[in-house]
């Protein structure tokens, strides 16, 4: 760890590059901004991705925050380059998936198991402005389009390549491939590998392109498919060991499935943004929307529930340096719950904009947009069936061996600007028996100081607190019953509502960190705790458990009036308040 003028150093660094790109990509409402709404709206007409936004983006070596640093680029921690890429989340997801994103979630398997030689020439790739391509296998076919998958055989020294898939992300712009292909029949971890194929060295007779695939959502990202028919393959091209592509898979997961919602909650920034703007400028029901109580209510939960969102993102990217061993169900749980809690939001809002939301063009048509975006983000590999068979095994472990006997874990885990130390892909894919995040949630019931500091608040915090500790005593004891069962009998009901209460006490744990460790650094508002109790009241209507209706309505008085402040003076709606480039209207 470095010092704290280190630390300082870093993270002006860090703020120094986001506010150039902010600044580049300039105010999204602005109709004569080539990078704006107007653009990336036509741009999704077409299905897409915003050629002058993809030149720039390219033009300020963007894909070197894809490239670790020692070859060449600037991807170091998993939070940063996760806040790195909301300034273009911000305007649009296509293109951030589409010119960034996709490449790094193909390009983390490189960096986790390639050779010198392997990590060299994709660096290289990524650096030149080229994409990297994924194709995995469909585990367990969940959230899968279609049942397609690749194999890899080996004859006589040479290997062959066949099969096809559907739906790959940039899979015709794309210069390398990373394949996961079926190798062995006979079921279990060692039934797959994977291959990193550059598309220009591939035989032309033996690949074929099949036809995009239409999405409601992302159009402007290309998902089309690959069709190989005896294609050889070199030996060279593995990536790992033979029979290792599912164990990579997992740990290449541990990562992109915290750093890809973390992008995505940009998104819904926008769409709040895009809320409150609608609300100002035209009111709600014919009156101002200050005067709506209905209104302020919707806006001030909506930006608590993308602040506890955040904070999950948060520790979850962090955990990825700090507690790795724990990171495959903090990273499952995240890609769970984040896109159900986003939504829920997004539609919360969308009411306020009554038949506006169907605008596809103009001031608010960037609102709809959003909305078909998001669900989107959820599916694939990482979608609700693959998390929820990550994490649901795991939850009898963590009962026995975590929850009510670990210590609380450090301020690192939750500190937004503290440096990390380096990450360790060689400690990703092991599953410990830590819970880092609970620990958090017990010493607050313990009793500790920090509820002190909650002021006017103190009474309904400490009410909130106890409340889940009883839910996480009670979670102890459902997840303890699922000992012993069989894998194949955990796909029920029972498991699933296990899986929704352990997601929303970790994002309830990860919010009561992030509020007790903030005091006494530059964030002054999240070290109040009026937001903090704005979102554990949400979670715990969530939970179904019996709280007052509404106990602290100077909470949601507090977060609104930090909204509003926001909203003013262009700062983003997440943890950082980054300086944006939106111009509020008027």
């Known amino acids: 760890m470095t010092t704290a003028v280190g630390t300082r150093a870093a993270e002006s660094a860090v703020a120094r590059r986001i506010a150039e790109l902010e600044s580049a990509l300039g105010d999204p409402w602005d109709p004569a901004n080539p990078y704006g709404?107007?653009?990336?709206?036509?741009?999704?007409?077409?299905?897409?991705?915003?050629?002058?936004?993809?030149?720039?983006?390219?033009?300020?070596?963007?894909?070197?925050?894809?490239?670790?640093?020692?070859?060449?680029?600037?991807?170091?921690?998993?939070?940063?380059?996760?806040?790195?890429?909301?300034?273009?989340?911000?305007?649009?997801?296509?293109?951030?998936?589409?010119?960034?994103?996709?490449?790094?979630?193909?390009?983390?398997?490189?960096?986790?198991?390639?050779?010198?030689?392997?990590?060299?020439?994709?660096?290289?790739?990524?650096l030149a402005g080229g994409r990297v391509a994924v194709a995995y296998r469909d585990l367990a076919h969940g959230n899968a389009f279609l049942r397609d998958e690749f194999s890899l055989t080996e004859e006589d020294g040479t290997l062959r390549l066949d099969g096809a898939k559907r739906v790959i992300v940039n899979a015709?712009?794309?210069g390398a491939l990373v394949v996961f292909c079926r190798t062995d029949?006979?079921?279990?971890?060692?039934?797959?590998?994977?291959?990193?194929?550059?598309?220009?060295?591939?035989?032309?007779?033996r690949v074929r392109d099949l036809d995009r695939f239409p999405t409601v959502g992302l159009r402007g990202c290309?998902?089309?498919?690959?069709?190989?028919?005896?294609?050889?393959?070199?030996?060279?091209?593995?990536?790992?060991?033979?029979?290792?592509?599912?164990?990579?898979?997992?740990?290449?997961?541990?990562l992109t499935r915290s750093v890809l919602p973390s992008m995505v909650l940009a998104g819904v920034d926008t769409a709040l943004r895009t809320a409150l703007r609608f609300a100002m400028e035209r009111g709600v029901h014919g009156r101002p929307v200050l005067r709506v109580p209905q209104a302020r209510a919707s806006l001030a939960g909506s930006f608590a529930d993308l602040l506890v969102c955040d904070s999950l993102a948060l520790t979850s990217t962090r955990a990825v340096h700090l507690h790795p061993e724990a990171t495959g169900v903090y990273a499952a749980a995240t890609k769970y719950l984040l896109p159900?809690?986003?939504?829920?939001?997004?539609?919360?809002?969308s009411v306020l904009l009554g038949s506006s939301l169907y605008e596809r063009s103009g001031a608010y048509g960037i609102f709809q947009k959003q909305v078909r975006d998001l669900p989107i983000t959820s599916l694939g590999h990482s979608g609700t069936a693959a998390c929820q068979s990550t994490v649901i095994p795991r939850l009898p472990v963590l009962a026995e061996h975590a929850w009510l006997v670990e210590e609380a874990p450090g301020p690192g885990l939750f500190r937004l600007r503290d440096d990390l130390p380096a990450l360790d892909t060689g400690r990703l894919g092991v599953a410990g028996t830590a819970d880092p995040l609970l620990a958090e949630l017990a010493d607050f019931a313990a009793g500790s100081t920090a509820v002190a500091a909650a002021g006017e608040h103190r009474e309904v915090l400490e009410t909130l607190v106890r409340t889940l500790a009883a839910e996480l005593h009670e979670l102890r004891a459902a997840a303890r019953s699922l000992a012993g069962r069989r894998r194949d009998d955990l796909a029920d009901?029972?498991?699933?509502?296990?899986?929704?209460?352990?997601?929303?006490?970790?994002?309830?744990?990860?919010?009561?960190?992030?509020?007790?460790?903030?005091?006494?650094?530059?964030?002054?508002?999240?070290?109040?705790?009026?937001?903090?109790?704005?979102?554990?009241?949400?979670?715990?209507?969530?939970l179904g458990l019996g709280l007052p209706g509404r106990p602290a309505p100077g909470a949601e008085g507090q977060v609104l009036e930090e909204l509003l402040r926001r909203y003013a003076a262009g700062g983003s709606f997440d943890l950082y308040d980054d300086p944006t480039a939106a111009v509020p209207a008027g």
């Open 340 to 349: 159900i809690l986003l939504s829920d939001t997004v539609y919360d809002l």
């Open 222 to 254: 290309t998902m089309s498919g690959l069709a190989f028919t005896d294609c050889p393959v070199p030996r060279e091209a593995l990536l790992g060991g033979w029979g290792e592509g599912v164990n990579l898979a997992l740990s290449s997961f541990q």
């Open 172 to 174: 015709e712009q794309a």
């Open 185 to 205: 029949d006979r079921p279990g971890s060692r039934s797959h590998s994977a291959v990193l194929l550059e598309r220009a060295a591939l035989p032309a007779d």
């Open 493 to 542: 009901p029972r498991s699933y509502a296990l899986m929704d209460r352990y997601a929303l006490l970790l994002a309830a744990a990860s919010a009561l960190g992030v509020w007790r460790h903030q005091r006494g650094g530059p964030d002054e508002f999240l070290a109040r705790p009026d937001w903090v109790v704005l979102a554990l009241l949400r979670i715990c209507r969530r």
């Open 37 to 126: 709404h107007g653009a990336v709206l036509e741009a999704d007409d077409r299905g897409e991705l915003p050629a002058e936004a993809e030149r720039l983006l390219h033009a300020l070596g963007l894909c070197a925050e894809f490239v670790p640093q020692r070859l060449g680029g600037r991807f170091d921690r998993a939070d940063v380059l996760a806040r790195m890429l909301r300034p273009v989340f911000r305007r649009d997801p296509s293109l951030g998936v589409g010119f960034g994103a996709g490449s790094f979630l193909a390009a983390v398997s490189v960096w986790a198991a390639g050779t010198e030689e392997q990590q060299r020439r994709t660096a290289d790739l990524l």
